[in-house]
């Protein structure tokens, strides 16, 4: 008798245990799909700010220094936070 109260106790644990990964494989199913959401969303937003400068560069040419360095900043700052989300992905 005491066996079989400790496989149900053990049936419970593992019951339990797969219940939790369940809801812990839900949370990062979608923490995953917001992260490449986010990403896809920073890729075109990346794209369109490429466009701009290129077309910016071609056109009139960017002689200000200022606008040389806000741009470059700006790109510097999208590739860096989609370095950061390529990262988490990986975690």
């Known amino acids: 008798m ?32 917001s992260q490449t959401a986010q990403i896809t969303k920073l890729n075109t937003t990346l794209a369109a700010m490429e466009e701009k400068m290129l077309a910016m560069q071609i056109g009139q040419g960017v002689t200000d220094d200022k606008e040389k360095e806000r741009l470059k900043g700006q790109l510097d700052k999208l590739i860096a936070e989609i370095d950061h989300l390529l990262i988490s992905l990986n975690d």
Do not use: P, V
């Open 2 to 33: 005491e066996l079989l109260a400790n496989l149900n106790e053990r049936i419970d644990l593992l019951l339990r245990k797969y219940t939790a990964m369940q809801a812990e494989n839900n949370r990062l199913q979608d923490l995953l799909a």
